[in-house]
């Protein structure tokens, strides 16, 4: 399965640096904060192509394409373009995410982003590296010693963005400073320490479940905003629903868990 994560991060980085920097034009989904282009939809096609020459049988979720059922044990979760917004204005904050999920569980996955050539990845149980390195998530037990990445979409739930904005509030009286780039870097760079927390309160399955399993390889945290684990149960109310995140190590989750309850 490692061996065909990284031919697909290949031919996918390929497609997506053939295209970085020439958008012209892009279709809105669901809001104005979620658009696709051209290479979302090349990348994913190839990508799932790669895993059906070498396993068949086996479901896929992609971003683009959605639930393909074939009845096995194993989902590979795909997001061909995770960052496409940053993507679309020639913004470097990109990737490709590939998670290998067994019974609703990530046992295996990869992050790669293409310009600045970084592979992310962790086995369930085996720690995460990048590049081939062993990774390991930040040590600080100071909240006020941290950089915390925390990102916001356009959304049109009365009240959603305002109540963000005051978790955003008490977030940034209590860290060193806020960073976000809204895409798999986030997430990857708290897996290795350079970010202390990362949270987001609109995710999709293929955003979070490859990048969480590395975060907590990496001996890190992850649940939603209320402390939860995540269910990743492969039902159509279920992998289209809208995932909350909070990633850090294990000694800041809970203060972070609380401080983004404050008075909600």
């Known amino acids: 399965m490692e061996k065909t994560i990284r031919k697909a991060f290949q031919e996918a980085g390929k497609i997506l640096m053939n295209n970085f920097g020439i958008i012209s034009d892009y279709e809105v989904k669901e809001s104005q904060s979620s658009i696709v282009t051209k290479a979302d939809v090349e990348s994913e ?31 590979w979760v795909i997001d061909p373009l995770d960052g496409t917004s940053n993507f679309a204005a020639g913004l470097p904050w990109f990737g490709v995410i ?12 990869g992050c790669f982003m293409p310009v600045q050539n970084e592979i992310y990845f962790a086995e369930k149980g085996k720690g995460a590296t990048c590049n081939g390195k062993k990774i390991i998530v930040s040590t600080e037990t100071n909240l006020k010693n941290i950089l915390a990445a925390y990102s916001l979409d356009f959304s049109d739930e009365a009240g959603k ?38 949270i987001n309160q609109t995710t999709k399955i293929w955003d979070i479940a490859g990048p969480g399993l590395i975060i907590e390889e990496a001996g890190g945290m992850v649940t939603d905003i209320s ?38």
């Open 227 to 264: 402390g939860n684990q995540f269910d990743f149960s492969l039902n159509e109310t279920n992998y289209n629903r809208n995932f909350t995140i909070v990633c850090s190590n294990k000694m800041l989750h809970n203060e972070l868990i609380k401080l983004m309850n404050h008075g909600f």
């Open 98 to 109: 590939i998670c290998v999920l067994k019974n609703s569980i990530p046992v295996m996955s």
């Open 45 to 75: 096609k190839r990508i799932i192509e790669i895993i059906l020459e070498n396993f068949p049988g086996h479901n896929t979720l992609g971003e683009e394409t959605g639930f393909q059922n074939r009845n096995s044990d194993f989902t």
């Open 161 to 198: 963005t305002e109540r963000e904005t005051k978790v955003i509030g008490n977030l940034v009286k209590n860290i060193r400073n806020l960073r976000g780039t809204n895409c798999l870097i986030d997430f990857c760079y708290t897996a290795d320490g350079k970010l202390g927390a990362c």
